[in-house]
């Protein structure tokens, strides 16, 4: 079992930098894929970016491509996602989630584990 508690949301201004963490519980962080999806009201929750448990192979949506930055460190059961050159369409709710496996998906319905979110605003 892995609980998830991200924080690090907030409000900030276009074209300014924001980073997300999320620490797991348990002792097998690093057996661990993670990702980050986000959700805006009426709308599906996606794919922003995803992590191999060795960190060695990422994943991004086109949207965040050369903005975003996933992380980990395995000694503090942490992932990150550094955000920069925030745009108004970046505002959602921000959600890490874990999945047993090596590789990183794209997919929510591969994650098992979820946190339970924070709220980032991009304001104009």
Do not use: H
């Amino acid at each position: 079992q892995v609980q998830l508690v991200e924080s690090g949301g907030g409000l900030v201004q276009a074209g300014g930098s924001l980073r997300l963490s999320c620490t797991a519980s348990g002792r097998t962080f690093s057996t661990y894929t993670m990702a980050w999806f986000r959700q805006t009201p009426g709308k599906e929750r996606e794919f922003v970016a995803a992590i191999s448990w060795s960190g060695g192979v990422t994943k991004y949506a086109d949207s965040v491509k050369g903005r975003f930055t996933i992380s980990r460190d395995n000694a503090k059961n942490t992932v990150y996602l550094q955000m920069n050159s925030l745009k108004l369409e970046d505002t959602a709710i921000y959600y890490c989630a874990a999945r047993s496996g090596t590789l990183p998906y794209v997919r929510k319905s591969e994650y098992g584990y979820w946190g339970q979110g924070t709220q980032v605003t991009v304001s104009s």
